[in-house]
């Protein structure tokens, strides 16, 4: 059974930085793309930034030089390193692993830019 389980969340200061891991179970990881996506209260959930199977890297304009998304395929993880947090990053993020018509989900961690 598929599985991703978030971690790094948390509360940090505008200005700060977190990093948020992703660990998968449960599925052949190394084919799937992965991203990460947030939801704001009151908001529609939206792509933060992506890496393909093939580790090809893609960002929301937003995060653009500020986010970084990498992947590890011998440890099953996938990692956003979030740099220059601003209050309007504050959002609970969500792993996603998708395969054609597969589509996994995590339970998602909060992060709040808050001073």
């Known amino acids: 059974q598929a599985q991703l389980v978030e971690s790094g969340g948390g509360l940090v200061q505008p200005g700060g930085s977190l990093r948020l891991s992703c660990a998968a179970s449960?599925?052949?990881?190394?084919?799937?793309?992965m991203g990460w996506y947030r939801q704001a209260p009151g908001k529609e959930r939206e792509l933060v930034a992506a890496v393909t199977d093939g580790g090809h890297p893609n960002y929301a304009d937003s995060v653009k030089g500020r986010f970084t998304i990498s992947r590890d395929n011998a440890k099953n993880t996938v990692n956003l390193q979030m740099n220059s947090l601003k209050p309007e990053d504050t959002a609970v993020y969500y792993c996603n692993a998708r395969r054609r018509y597969y589509d996994y989900w995590g339970q998602g961690t909060q992060v709040t830019v808050s001073s």
């Open positions: 449960g599925i052949m990881f190394s084919i799937y793309d």
